[in-house]
Nanobody, 126 residues
Framework: VQLQASGGGLVQAGGSLRLSCTAS????????MGWFRQAPGKARSFVAA????????YYGDSVKGRFTVSRDDAQNSVFLQMDSLRPEDTAVYFC????????????????????WGQGTQVTVSS
């Protein structure tokens, strides 16, 4: 599976962006998907995740109520709608697919995800 993230850019504080991540190859519909971000000089951190059936979503504390994760299996895509953006949201955003046992999915742990996209830069100006 190859993941291609897009949709990043420069936006003013309070604005919105919608990130997309499109998968090529088979298996996407059975993979939980996650979004992570990494700011300069910081570790990669969990942003949001969606289960393979879209029946569960999870968010990092700093983005709850502002970001929304969703997926469209017909498009082999997962999305991250980001509203009320803040300068501290500035980072490179990565999408990831979890291809291990669904019974042990730790949605917030980056090391457990199998496939990663290349990242897309999000910059929020104050």
């Amino acid at each position: 599976v190859q993941l291609q993230a897009s949709g990043g850019g420069l936006v003013q504080a309070g604005g919105s962006l919608r990130l997309s991540c499109t998968a090529s190859g088979s298996g996407f519909t059975s993979y939980p998907m996650g979004w992570f971000r990494q700011a300069p000089g910081k570790a990669r951190s969990f942003v949001a995740a969606v289960s393979w059936r879209s029946d569960r979503t999870y968010y990092g504390d700093s983005v709850k109520g502002r970001f929304t994760v969703s997926r469209d299996d017909a498009q082999n895509s997962v999305f991250l709608q980001m509203d009320s953006l803040r300068p501290e949201d500035t980072a490179v955003y990565f999408c990831a697919a979890y291809a291990r046992s669904l019974f042990t999915w730790n949605y917030a742990k980056a090391a457990e995800y199998t496939y990663w996209g290349q990242g897309t830069q999000v910059t929020v100006s104050s």
